[in-house]
Nanobody, 122 residues
Framework: QVQLVESGGGLVQAGGSLRLSCAAS????????MGWFRQAPGKEREFVAA????????YYADSVKGRFTVSRDNAKNTVWLQMNSLKPEDTAAYYC???????????????WGQGTQVTVSS
Protein backbone atom coordinates (compact mmCIF):
# COMPACT_ATOMS: atom_id res chain seq x y z
CA GLN A 1 0.00 0.00 0.00
CA VAL A 2 1.33 3.43 -0.94
CA GLN A 3 -0.23 6.73 0.00
CA LEU A 4 0.69 9.80 -1.99
CA VAL A 5 0.35 13.47 -1.10
CA GLU A 6 1.14 16.22 -3.60
CA SER A 7 2.10 19.77 -2.73
CA GLY A 8 3.65 22.82 -4.32
CA GLY A 9 0.90 23.93 -6.65
CA GLY A 10 -0.20 27.52 -6.93
CA LEU A 11 -0.67 30.54 -9.14
CA VAL A 12 2.25 31.65 -11.30
CA GLN A 13 2.71 33.95 -14.26
CA ALA A 14 3.56 32.62 -17.68
CA GLY A 15 7.29 32.01 -17.93
CA GLY A 16 7.58 31.26 -14.23
CA SER A 17 8.48 28.09 -12.40
CA LEU A 18 7.00 25.78 -9.81
CA ARG A 19 8.24 22.61 -8.17
CA LEU A 20 5.68 20.01 -7.25
CA SER A 21 6.42 17.45 -4.58
CA CYS A 22 4.85 14.08 -3.99
CA ALA A 23 5.47 12.52 -0.60
CA ALA A 24 4.87 8.80 -0.31
CA SER A 25 4.20 6.67 2.72
CA UNK A 26 5.16 3.05 2.96
CA UNK A 27 8.46 1.23 2.88
CA UNK A 28 7.92 -0.04 -0.65
CA UNK A 29 8.14 3.36 -2.36
CA UNK A 30 11.50 2.54 -3.89
CA UNK A 31 10.03 -0.42 -5.74
CA UNK A 32 7.54 1.74 -7.64
CA UNK A 33 7.91 3.76 -10.78
CA MET A 34 6.31 7.15 -10.35
CA GLY A 35 4.32 9.22 -12.77
CA TRP A 36 2.86 12.68 -13.00
CA PHE A 37 -0.42 13.34 -14.76
CA ARG A 38 -2.57 16.41 -15.15
CA GLN A 39 -6.19 17.13 -15.83
CA ALA A 40 -7.66 20.43 -16.95
CA PRO A 41 -11.38 21.19 -16.61
CA GLY A 42 -13.37 19.44 -19.31
CA LYS A 43 -10.38 17.44 -20.50
CA GLU A 44 -9.14 13.93 -19.97
CA ARG A 45 -6.28 13.17 -17.62
CA GLU A 46 -3.03 13.23 -19.55
CA PHE A 47 0.45 11.91 -18.99
CA VAL A 48 3.12 14.44 -18.07
CA ALA A 49 6.22 12.55 -16.92
CA ALA A 50 7.37 9.28 -15.40
CA UNK A 51 10.50 8.05 -13.66
CA UNK A 52 11.70 4.52 -13.01
CA UNK A 53 12.03 3.09 -9.51
CA UNK A 54 15.76 3.82 -9.37
CA UNK A 55 15.54 7.10 -11.22
CA UNK A 56 17.62 5.90 -14.13
CA UNK A 57 14.94 6.36 -16.75
CA UNK A 58 12.49 9.17 -17.31
CA TYR A 59 9.89 9.92 -19.94
CA TYR A 60 8.06 13.10 -20.79
CA ALA A 61 5.08 14.20 -22.80
CA ASP A 62 6.11 16.13 -25.89
CA SER A 63 4.25 19.16 -24.58
CA VAL A 64 6.54 19.46 -21.54
CA LYS A 65 9.81 18.06 -22.84
CA GLY A 66 12.66 20.47 -22.21
CA ARG A 67 10.63 22.46 -19.66
CA PHE A 68 9.74 19.90 -16.96
CA THR A 69 12.05 17.58 -15.06
CA VAL A 70 11.03 14.64 -12.90
CA SER A 71 13.31 13.39 -10.12
CA ARG A 72 13.10 11.29 -6.99
CA ASP A 73 14.88 10.54 -3.75
CA ASN A 74 13.99 7.11 -2.42
CA ALA A 75 15.61 7.83 0.92
CA LYS A 76 13.11 10.67 1.35
CA ASN A 77 10.17 8.82 -0.22
CA THR A 78 9.65 11.83 -2.47
CA VAL A 79 9.32 12.54 -6.16
CA TRP A 80 9.41 16.02 -7.65
CA LEU A 81 8.29 17.68 -10.83
CA GLN A 82 10.26 20.81 -11.63
CA MET A 83 8.25 22.96 -14.04
CA ASN A 84 9.96 25.81 -15.84
CA SER A 85 8.84 28.20 -18.58
CA LEU A 86 5.24 27.59 -17.61
CA LYS A 87 2.50 28.36 -20.09
CA PRO A 88 -1.22 29.05 -19.57
CA GLU A 89 -1.95 25.68 -21.20
CA ASP A 90 -0.11 24.00 -18.33
CA THR A 91 -2.98 25.01 -16.03
CA ALA A 92 -4.45 21.85 -14.53
CA ALA A 93 -4.70 19.71 -11.46
CA TYR A 94 -1.51 17.68 -11.20
CA TYR A 95 -1.47 14.17 -9.79
CA CYS A 96 1.34 11.84 -8.87
CA UNK A 97 0.86 8.10 -9.14
CA UNK A 98 2.74 4.88 -8.43
CA UNK A 99 3.08 1.88 -10.70
CA UNK A 100 4.99 -1.39 -10.57
CA UNK A 101 6.64 -0.52 -13.87
CA UNK A 102 7.33 2.72 -15.70
CA UNK A 103 4.47 3.46 -18.03
CA UNK A 104 2.72 6.33 -19.79
CA UNK A 105 -0.76 4.89 -19.26
CA UNK A 106 -2.89 6.07 -16.38
CA UNK A 107 -4.71 2.73 -16.22
CA UNK A 108 -1.45 1.02 -15.23
CA UNK A 109 -0.96 3.09 -12.07
CA UNK A 110 -2.09 1.52 -8.81
CA UNK A 111 -2.00 4.44 -6.40
CA TRP A 112 -2.88 8.10 -6.84
CA GLY A 113 -2.56 11.28 -4.85
CA GLN A 114 -5.34 13.78 -4.37
CA GLY A 115 -3.84 16.33 -6.74
CA THR A 116 -2.51 19.86 -6.51
CA GLN A 117 -3.74 22.77 -8.62
CA VAL A 118 -1.40 24.68 -10.90
CA THR A 119 -2.69 27.86 -12.50
CA VAL A 120 -0.60 29.80 -15.00
CA SER A 121 -1.76 33.30 -15.82
CA SER A 122 -0.97 34.98 -19.12
Amino acid sequence: QVQLVESGGGLVQAGGSLRLSCAASGRTFSSYAMGWFRQAPGKEREFVAAISWAGGSAYYADSVKGRFTVSRDNAKNTVWLQMNSLKPEDTAAYYCAASRSITLWARDYDYWGQGTQVTVSS
